[in-house]
């Protein structure tokens, strides 16, 4: 039973591919596949590439390919949820591509052909991968460096994430997307950009999918992070943390 962990950027990857056993790499689709172990289980390592195409076209190689049992996304996000700030975790419930409009042929947001707009993740590996964000995150200590203003303490929520092709970058944008989803009943927590193509794929193949990302910016104009340093420092060691406790309680 091999799990398949995805992250988007190398900076998110370098940690478990440090730590990974009995690696062999393997190239394929313009991709590169990193198969070994990893706490003891089987794992194949990827990166989903940025933008819903490329994570959906890695979904399907690993599913494809390497007969991958389960996948867990790990990454960062924009916080859009009035109470998800930077340094965060979100543990996404289901997921929805807010730039999917096939209106009025279909309401706002309906996936074509799947009669809804949220898919919903896998409710156990979602489960497991909350009990893995909460009890191992608190444990990671870094610097909290004062140009990334993190809060003292990391909460972790569980909810709706939304992916699009777009970097969400101004107040403005933030703001109208999650009112408008809001106005439809959907009340969303953060903003990524290949989540919700990797949820379809393994809707559609059948494989249990989870994924946790830590908020990187408020996705607004006062983003004053510093995105590379924030992803190297604190998400891909929250990955690291949550991913090894994760994968020891499956
Ligand atoms: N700096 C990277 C590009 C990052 S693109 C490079 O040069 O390659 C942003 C990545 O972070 C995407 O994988 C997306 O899923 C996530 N992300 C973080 N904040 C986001 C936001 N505000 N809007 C959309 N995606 C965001």
Redesign the pocket.
């Given at each position: 039973m091999t799990t398949a962990i995805l992250s988007?950027?190398p900076e998110e990857q370098s940690g478990l591919l440090h730590a990974l056993q009995q690696g062999q790499r393997h190239a394929h689709g313009g991709r590169v596949f990193w198969q070994g172990r990893l706490h003891g289980q089987p794992v194949v390592l990827a990166l989903s590439g940025?933008g819903k195409v490329a994570a959906a076209t890695t979904a399907t190689a690993l599913i494809e390919r390497f007969g991958v049992a389960r996948m867990v996304f790990t990454?960062?996000?924009?916080g859009l949820g009035a109470d998800v700030q930077v340094g965060d975790v979100v543990v996404a419930r289901d997921y929805l591509q807010h730039d999917m409009d096939a209106s009025p042929l279909f309401a706002r947001w309906e996936l074509p052909g799947y009669g809804r707009a949220r898919l919903a993740c896998d409710e156990s590996l979602t489960a497991l991968l909350f009990v893995a964000a909460s009890a191992d995150v608190l444990g990671v200590t870094v610097d909290f460096d004062s140009v990334l203003r993190l809060p003292p303490q990391p909460r972790v929520h569980q909810g709706l994430l939304v992916s699009g092709d777009?970097?969400?970058?101004t107040a403005q944008e933030s703001e109208a997307l999650r009112r408008s989803l809001q106005a439809a009943g959907h009340e969303v927590l953060a903003?990524?950009?290949?989540g919700a193509a990797v949820a379809q794929v393994c809707q559609d193949y059948g494989v249990p999918f989870a994924a946790m990302r830590t908020i990187?910016?408020r996705?607004d104009d006062s983003a004053h992070v510093d995105?590379?340093r924030f992803v190297q420092q604190v998400a891909s060691r929250y990955a690291d943390q949550v991913l090894g406790g994760f994968l020891r309680r499956l």
């Open positions: 988007a950027l940025i990454g960062v996000a924009g777009r970097f969400v970058a903003v990524e950009m290949e990187s910016d996705a995105f590379p």
